[in-house]
């Protein structure tokens, strides 16, 4: 009965139906890359997937310095020039960002391919200033569409995204491209993507000349927070997150780290996707809230209910029959990342519950807390893999990596709500004060 009601009451409001219209694109290209993930296990290798997860790591990592997370604050300001303005920041700082990661890859590509253990990095590392200026424009695109609530515009640049990125991967494959056909699919798919959302919003792209560069310093001053400590804390993260890749390169192998990239892509990826979707939604409707003076925890647990009741068996049978899936449906070599997502599991749920609500910190002011966590989750999570690493144990590793995450995601969702339930006290106090 509890759960038939809880599904029930999943789809009356505006902002699920909302959710699932970007979500209906993302459920389409994810099925989309599970159903071809078989495939892909006969076109490329673990080496293959092992050069691809660190450059998209080295990526992940950058990109978060290419924008100083400005790209955040576009749904924020009540002033629709104000937003405007911090779009075109974020372009400013992107393509400054570019040049100077060039530049750094001209000068020390070959040092940081050797660094990273997997000497065919270097020739990717040329494609890194590319992939961050049509970061810089995908991103405030997508976060301007979600301020206008163009959330239809949103899941058609997925499905472009996606579509792309599979399609070219498969041909690519196919033809046994000399080069990662992996890293062509991701690269070509950023492009056209990039090309889509920006052509959806070119009255936004066409506007520069209303925008002012005072205007344009201004609000990087007014939202100063954001490189102070969201950028600092999304560095530490995507860095945290690209740990198991980068250590493994180094102390086991790239196809140990392929395996662990594998697994990652094919079931954390769609799963970050689902969250991500939702989040860009909630977001929007308890900003709304917030800034009517409305109460906030309800509708928060209101919607962890509703992520825990959906979520729960799933991922225990994924807990229990991942290595059993992947012996089916995937040849040999691959039937390890099995085992290591069966590892992970615990660590994918909390991450499932947790991602949506994930904005709150910069909501209601607790970005430098955030940030300290997210720093203290990094050094917990290296000492958690190179502990495992000394032992001469991927899986050791792999537990450690998980045991730890898994409390600390565990620790933010509890803070996340605490920090909301502080925000209605204080909310309601004001609305008694108004009432005397």
């Given amino acids: 009965m509890q759960i038939t009601e809880t599904f029930r009451m999943f789809f009356r409001t505006e902002a699920i139906r909302n959710f699932l219209k970007i979500f209906s694109g993302a459920v389409f290209v994810q099925i989309l890359a599970l159903a071809l993930s078989p495939l892909y296990a006969r076109l490329f290798t673990p080496e293959d997937f092992g050069l691809a997860a660190i450059y998209l790591s080295i990526f992940s990592i950058v990109s978060v310095l290419a924008t100083a997370k400005y790209e955040q604050a576009i749904m924020l300001p009540r002033s629709d020039t104000d937003a405007r303005s911090l779009f075109w920041l974020v372009q400013i700082l992107a393509w400054g960002f570019s040049m100077i990661v060039l530049i750094v890859v001209a000068v020390f590509g070959g040092q940081i391919a050797a660094i990273s253990g997997n000497a065919r990095l270097e020739?990717?590392?040329?494609?890194?200033?590319?992939?961050?200026?049509?970061?810089?424009?995908?991103?405030?695109?997508?976060?301007?569409a979600n301020r206008t609530k163009q959330f239809g515009v949103i899941a058609q640049s997925t499905i472009v995204q996606g579509v792309t990125l599979n399609g070219v991967r498969v041909i690519s494959g196919f033809l046994r491209s000399p080069v990662n056909g992996l890293l062509i699919g991701h690269i070509t798919a950023q492009i056209i993507a990039t090309i889509h959302i920006a052509w959806r919003n070119r009255k936004l792209l066409a506007g520069i000349g209303n925008i002012s560069l005072g205007s344009v310093l201004a609000?990087?001053?007014?939202?100063a927070a954001y490189p102070k400590y969201n950028m600092i804390l999304n560095f530490t993260n995507n860095l945290s997150g690209a740990l198991p890749v980068l250590l493994f390169t180094r102390g086991f192998s790239a196809e140990a780290a392929g395996l662990f990239a594998f697994g990652y892509t094919f079931i954390f990826k769609p799963?970050?996707?689902?969250?991500?979707?939702?989040?860009?939604?909630?977001?929007?409707?308890?900003?709304?809230?917030?800034?009517q003076?409305?109460?906030?925890?309800?509708?928060?647990?209101?919607?962890?209910?509703?992520?825990?009741?959906?979520?729960?068996?799933?991922f225990i049978l994924l807990a229990i029959l991942a290595p059993t899936i992947f012996n089916w449906l995937f040849p040999p070599a691959f039937h390890l990342a099995g085992v290591f997502i069966q590892v992970l599991t615990p660590w994918f749920f909390m991450v499932y519950l947790t991602s949506p609500l994930a904005f709150i910190p910069e909501l209601l002011n607790g970005q430098k807390k955030a940030m300290k966590i997210?720093?203290?989750?990094?050094?917990?999570?290296f000492f958690a893999l190179a502990a495992g690493i000394l032992l001469e144990s991927i899986l050791l590793s792999l537990v450690f990596f998980s045991a730890i995450s898994t409390w600390v995601v565990?620790?933010?969702?509890?803070?996340?709500?605490h920090l909301a339930g502080k925000h209605d006290i204080g909310t309601t106090s004001i609305q008694k004060q108004k009432t005397i």
């Fill in 271 to 291: 799963l970050t996707t689902f969250s991500q979707s939702l989040s860009q939604v909630c977001s929007q409707q308890i900003i709304e809230y917030h800034n």
């Fill in 219 to 223: 609000q990087a001053k007014a939202y």
């Fill in 123 to 144: 020739f990717w590392l040329w494609i890194l200033p590319l992939g961050i200026v049509l970061y810089g424009i995908t991103q405030s695109c997508i976060y301007y």
């Fill in 410 to 417: 565990g620790y933010n969702l509890y803070w996340y709500l």
């Fill in 374 to 381: 997210d720093i203290m989750y990094l050094i917990l999570r």
């Fill in 293 to 314: 003076g409305k109460p906030i925890l309800v509708p928060l647990q209101k919607l962890l209910k509703r992520q825990f009741w959906i979520g729960v068996i799933p």
